[in-house]
């Protein structure tokens, strides 16, 4: 794939995110874009963890289109081929579950996902972590993020092995709430 058709394939992948999720937003008190999230995990992979493979780049911009909006599988199979879908897949929770089975199943299934799978999820969390370092959801109390911030521990624990930047960035936001990533 040359480097143009590289850069056309984000693209498509960021407009179809950007669409997808036109109307939502993020929970903090800005109410930010909820679209600043996927693009800052696919910024996070290509930027910090030096991720060039262009399918797992557009995973991490689709990467909520199937839990949170009506993007079906088949949709994002034609348009982005079968490995997008798939790792788009990988990552996704079953919203039909209860939140907390979600959350169980992510740190269950944390070490059998796919290397490119986990790479996003070490991303997603990253991502979501520093958000919660720089501003509180709206209702959050200081338990809550702590009890967040336990909970993705215990998932990016399965994930190790996968990207040694990513992990260390992550045990330094994990350090500095007197938790260790051991």
């Not at 999720?21 to 600043?36: A, C, L, M, V």
């Not at 992979?45 to 262009?54: F, K, M, N, P, S």
């Not at 959350?103 to 059998?112: D, E, F, N, T």
């Not at 109390?141 to 190790?160: C, M």
């Amino acid at each position: 794939m040359s480097p143009s058709s590289e850069a056309a394939h984000l693209l498509e992948a960021a407009n179809f995110a950007a669409r997808k999720h036109k109307e939502q937003r993020r929970k903090d008190p800005e109410g930010t874009p909820y679209i600043n999230h996927p693009i800052g995990v696919a910024c996070i992979l290509a930027q910090e963890g030096g991720v060039t493979d262009v399918a797992v780049l557009q995973a991490a911009l689709l990467h909520d289109t199937l839990e949170d909006t009506d993007t079906s599988p088949a949709e994002l199979e034609e348009r982005f081929g079968v490995e997008v879908r798939r790792l788009v897949q990988e990552v996704t929770d079953d919203k039909a579950l209860p939140k907390a089975q979600r959350k169980r199943l992510q740190v269950q299934q944390a070490a059998s996902k796919s290397p490119s799978a986990r790479l996003v999820a070490l991303a997603d969390k990253l991502h979501n972590l520093r958000d919660l370092q720089r501003c509180t959801p709206a209702g959050w109390s200081e338990e809550r993020v702590q009890e967040y911030f336990l909970w993705a521990l215990e998932v990016v624990k399965g994930l190790r092995g996968t990207n040694a930047v990513l992990e260390e960035k992550l045990q330094q936001l994990f350090q500095a709430r007197g938790l260790l990533l051991v």
